[in-house]
């Protein structure tokens, strides 16, 4: 029994208000909301319990948050889910909760689950499985955690991987094409014997490709790519032009096993935000350089050699000429000389000798025109026909006059030609009509021209189908000949006469054939034994696009 | 803690304070930032400041009989002194705190 | 009358020969058979000067067309009238050396005959040589 003081009262008074009045500060807090929680000891053992607001937060965060949140109890009953969980399963959230979680995996990753779930019991697990719901095949991955000794649930935590999944998919997909695309790259460099590379200019990096390594001798990939190693490939000479940048350049190189080769390079800038790069292609263009260099090795060798034949021609022709010319001198001084003399078939003999070097001469005039017409500065152009046949005319206005001939001129139109060769042409066909006329009748000779229909130029197999053809037709009234031999008149040196009866070295035709088809045109003849002759000449309107024109 | 004479006098410079909060909340996350700006500008490095989370920590309960979150407990210098709350009070949190104001 | 002739065919030197001493049996005649020949004794001045020149084009070492040019640099021979006496009959020929100062162009006849009036004409005529 202890008496109490006054002193003792006051004091045990003051304590008293103190606790009141921190008791009473507890419940304002609690009423005016500015408590979330508290921690109390129960039975000696401490407890939180959570005031509404804080729940809240937590809730709001688990349900909007981008993962699946599930609870479930140690038989796996789902007891709850958020709603990021039942929309990836596109399921109602009232059927997912207090299902089981094990109805939700696939087969083929139950097991695994069931693994990870055991473990988690005890503490936490990872690991990767596969959800099944509507047909629906999820990839996932997921966090277990046991919630004890709070709860006695597990709790999950769910991540899709579809999308990455899915992505990686696509990387699998775009790697296939990739390498497909690089193959038909490859392939496509060798047959085209180009080779291509890369130079990134901030890193300092260059790749090349493959066919780049093959071109130059190489195996590919053989060595480290450097702008130092190319340039050993360069050949000295050609080394002072690749100074610039971008390159586009012809020159040579050198290959590993010494070949020279021809490179065309072009490149060009790639100039995007964030990369400066130069891209190239180098085209190995040997054959090309080397053909256009035979090509105009032999065109030159052509030209010397024609010219030579040219020359050699003429002082042939005038060489062989020279001989003949004597024979004909010295059988004239013969005849003027010995006139008194003479028998008459002395004198016979003697025309006989002078005849056959006249017609040698003529031969060897002949000849020597044919060979000039295979080559060179033949040069096409515009060519009116009319004045062409009138010219020829001219040259025989004596002939004419002596047998008495008649001309009719049809219009003949103005042609792509060398004109100095139609002369040629019209001048033995216009020869030809008026020397084979019958014995007593005047020669009549008519010449006309019409356009070849197309049916006819495709039906004749020595006419060019790409244009437009004149046909002319020189037609007599002379001895003609048998139609059987309508082609062989145009054989060089062919002759269907004697040379007693016409002069001629046989040629003629040969040289109009000749003519006609460097024009790209024909000719042939009708005729019938004693019955007069038509020649038809068809020649091109125009050349073809490949010959010079004037 | 002991009500020692020599421990108190020890530590008689600094406040020895505890902030107990749950991590979450509104109410929390105020407290937080009341107290630190309080401490900063009225003690300077006068102060040891402990924030604890009872959900982390239930076993503060132990000790006291029950622990709110947000609250403040000075525990030196004794008395002990315990603000419920945000404490976005300042005055009534330095006044009771027996803080002297620095210029 | 001085007449020179160069050509290296001796048949045709003899027919010219025969031919101008059949139109004047004085006249006087001097041949040459090549070029390099010709322009030796055409340039020698102890040798009389012809009153006309006759030059066939292909001859041995140096050919017509070089006497041509010679003699017109040179200022003796330069007045004298210059006859082309050739076989060629190519009317490009015959232009050429009108040009490079040749009077006229002769092509040579098959019938010898012919010589002889081809001379009359030509030395009868008046050769202006402005």
Known sequence: METTTSEDLLSEIEGLKLRLSEAQEAIDAIKTGSVDAFAIRNDGKPEVFTLQSLDYAYRVLIEK???GALNLTRDGLIIYCNSYFSTLLGMPNEKVTGSYIFDLITDETRERFQEHFVLALQGSSKTEITLSANNKKIPVYISLTSLQPQLATVGMIVTDLSEKKHNEQRIIDYQHRLQIQNKIFNLAEEIASTGSYEWNLQT????YSDNLFRMLGCLPQEFVPSTEKYLTFIHPDDKEQLNKTPLQLTYRIISKNGEVKYFRTTEKEIDDPGRRMIIGTNQDVTPDIINT????????ELEHVNKSLDQFASIASH??????????VFTSLLKHRFDADLSVDTRGLIDKIN???ERMSLLINDVLNFSRICHAENMFMRTDLNQILDNTLTDFDLLILEKGASVRKGNLPVIEAIPLQINQLFYNLVGNALKFSKAGTAPVLTISSRMLPSEEIENASNLNGQLSYSEISFEDNGIGFEQQFSEQIFSIFERLNSQQQYSGTGIGLALCQKIAGQHQGGIRAEAQENNGSTFYVRLPLTQSADRVVN | MENKPELERALAEKIILQLYITGMSENSIRAIQNITQLCEKYLADRFDLEIIDIYKNPSVAEEQEIVFSPSLVRQLPLPKKRFIGDLSDTKKVILGLGISFKE | MTIFIADDDEDDRNLFVESAKELNKDINIITASDGQEAMRILKDEHSPLPDYIFLDLR??????????AEIKKEERLSHIPVFIYTTSRDVNDSIDL??????????KPDNPTEIYYILSTVLDAKWDQS
């Open chain 1, 65 to 67: 948050f981008g993962e």
């Open chain 1, 204 to 207: 300092g990096e260059l790749a």
């Open chain 1, 293 to 300: 260099e035979t090509l105009r090795k032999k065109n030159i």
């Open chain 1, 319 to 328: 060489d062989l000429q020279e001989p003949l010319r004597k024979i004909r």
């Open chain 1, 355 to 357: 005849a056959s070097s």
């Open chain 3, 59 to 68: 001859m041995p070492r140096i050919n017509g067309r070089q006497c041509l």
């Open chain 3, 98 to 107: 009108g040009k490079r100062g040749a009077v006229h162009f002769i092509s």
